[in-house]
């Protein structure tokens, strides 16, 4: 069996505990990633070890475009004229405790 799992974010799992450090961070997860999930303005994803339901870490991932006006001509050259499509890491936080430590064997 697999040591950590990431899933989509749900509330049923340990968030109130989590530490990253940052508390802007803390209280995103807290308070403010249901509601981007809501919205559709970001999709939230939690790390928890597979024998608990601790949330240890999360990321978020939204949907972006970048402008090729906005790059250097000699990589706008090769992309298309319409703005290009890309997944933007909003947010990504490991809690203190798991620090340092390798995450492996997730799925």
Known sequence: MSKYRIISFDKG???DNFDCGIED???YLKKYASQDIKRKFAQVFIIYP????????FYTLSAFAIQT???????????PKYP??????????????????VLVNYY
């Open 50 to 57: 597979s024998n608990s339901e601790k949330i240890i870490g």
């Open 69 to 79: 006006s906005s790059l250097p001509l000699e990589i706008a050259k090769k992309l």
């Open 25 to 27: 961070l803390n209280i």
């Open 84 to 101: 290009v499509p890309v997944s933007l890491l909003g947010r990504l936080a490991i809690d203190v405790n798991y620090k340092k430590k």
């Open 13 to 15: 799992y340990q968030k």
